[in-house]
Nanobody, 122 residues
Framework: QVQLVESGGGLVQAGGSLRLSCAAS????????MGWFRQAPGKEREFVAA????????YYTDSVRGRFTINVDNAKNTVYLQMNSLKLEDTAVYYC???????????????WGQGTQVTVSS
């Protein structure tokens, strides 16, 4: 079974930056995309960004577009989320996932990381 290990979360002041990493334990031929989701306390899981493995297609939720950048390094089986200009409302547990397409619906993904906490303070 594929395991996704996340890292890079932490505490940062508003306006600061973090880079999240998510490394997959193995390659799967049926995986064509990787994505990031987040869940804040008391809220539903929210799509953040997704990318195809060929890097030709990316999607971002409106609230992070222009601030966050998703990328994938296929040689390392790793997806990244560079988060700049962080806001208080970005505080959440962030999850990476792999699936067949860069869907905004989390149900479309096969495997999920354990989550990493991002806390933005004022």
């Amino acid at each position: 079974q594929v395991q996704l290990v996340e890292s890079g979360g932490g505490l940062v002041q508003a306006g600061g930056s973090l880079r999240l990493s998510c490394a997959a334990s193995e390659r799967t031929s049926s995986t064509y995309a990787m994505g990031w989701f987040r869940q804040a306390p008391g809220k539903e899981r929210e799509f953040v960004a997704a990318i195809t493995k060929d890097r030709l297609v990316t999607y971002y939720t409106d609230s992070v577009r222009g601030r966050f950048t998703i990328n994938v390094d296929n040689a390392k089986n790793t997806v990244y989320l560079q988060m700049n200009s962080l806001k208080l409302e970005d505080t959440a547990v962030y999850y990476c996932a792999v699936g067949p397409r860069p869907a905004k619906n989390g149900d479309q993904y096969y495997y999920w990381g354990q989550g990493t906490q991002v806390t933005v303070s004022s």
